[in-house]
């Protein structure tokens, strides 16, 4: 397994962008999928985007799509989440998971995921 640590995440205004970062360690991250999931307060945790090991499957949540952009670096051991034309109702905690096994297409369920990082907070104000 790897060990994920997310960080980038802060408060923006609506309509601004961030960053997050996925920073992984262990030898295993240039094979696993990756993905990034968010939990609100209240909510259940739910899928955002993920990308293969490759970068040749990738996934995003209806209600991300054309505003967000999954993209890992594996040379750098880092995966990345570009968020652009944020809205109030993405604020939440997002997470950083990864999973080892070669699926195709790449997977979208937190139950695929075998590692997790500690999250970071998105707060978007409107």
Request: one cysteine or more; glycine letters at 12%.
């Amino acid at each position: 397994q790897v060990q994920l640590v997310e960080s980038g995440g802060g408060s923006v205004q609506a309509g601004g962008s961030l960053r997050l970062s996925c920073a992984a360690t262990g030898r295993t991250f240039s094979t696993s999928a990756m993905g990034w999931f968010r939990q609100a307060p209240g909510k259940e945790r739910e899928f955002v985007a993920a990308i293969s090991w490759s970068g040749g499957s990738i996934a995003y949540a209806d209600s991300v799509k054309g505003r967000f952009t999954i993209s890992r670096d594996n040379a750098k051991n880092t995966g990345y989440l570009l968020m652009n034309s944020l809205a109030p109702e993405d604020t939440a905690v997002y997470y950083c998971a990864a999973y080892s096994v070669n699926y195709w297409p790449v997977r979208t369920r937190p139950a695929d995921f075998g590692s997790w990082g500690q999250g970071t907070q998105v707060t978007v104000s409107s």
